[in-house]
């Protein structure tokens, strides 16, 4: 029987606010959108519930505000199966919100507005040890403090466990705070603007993690959109094909790619295997809007994955 990961994500939980239109207004434009979404989001919270639907058992670390979006947040937790009980209300303070604009090819751009998501910090951590003490694997992105983040890499580094980082939205950062991270993972803008290097191209893209990885991260895995995956480590790097799908919203793939290749790596799947699968599970979930609301179930990529998987896949 397969083995079911632990995975502990500590990140951020939006409610997301969705807006489609034809194109983007211009620069004092009113224009008509066609359709409006409500949705959970937030790049960790759409991590766990990556992760969960995927089959793991999964723990969340996080903090929303005392408005309406927090409580219902952590019953989405509940509800989901996910451990919620490191997820906190922080008083006087809004919850996270993303008012996110598609356009009809499926491209996204998102502004998030933090609120209690930068409450988040290292004490929190602490608290949640025993816990985190016998997760598989941490889960980090960029939508909390990154002292945050950084003290719960060092945890992870200290208890040996895995640990991933989405360095998303980028920042500035050192690169040695992620010292031990066994996976970072950013998408083609975040690599452009960590390494300063053009990511345009699957060879930028190659040149780019190469960089990387002499700069002494262990693995990085460039999340390339339409073009697949990037892996690249100390021994070359591997360029993993996509999916076709029809895309429609692309809010929350690098989340969906990110929570379901914890999982099965989790489970023991080759390196190769588990991101072609999460290949598969982030393009699944464009041909749907919203961003949690597009994952699907682990049956679904499982179908999916026999019905597609021929050759280079397989
Ligand atoms: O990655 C997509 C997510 O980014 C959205 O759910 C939004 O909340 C922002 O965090």
Redesign the pocket.
Known sequence: MTRRPRIAVIG?A?V?LTTFSDRFPRAGETIFGQHFDLGW???GA?QAVAARLCGADVSMIARVGDDLFGPATIANFNAQGIDASHVHVVPGVSS?V?P?FVESNGQNR?I?VKGANDRLRPADVDAAAPMLAVADCIVLQF?IPLDTVFHAVRFARRHGIRCIVNP?PAQAFELRELEGVDYFVPNETEAEAISGMPVRTIEDATACAVHMVSQGLTRVIITLGANGALLATADGATHIPPFPVDARDT??A??AFVGSFAVYLGEGLSEPEAIARANLYAALSTTGIG?QKSFVTRQRADEEWTARAAPPHA
Do not use: C
Request: aromatic fraction near 0%; proline fraction near 0%.
């Open positions: 951020s939006n997301d989001g937030g790049k759409n996270g993303a996110i998102i998030v939508e998303a809010t929350g690098g989340d961003s």
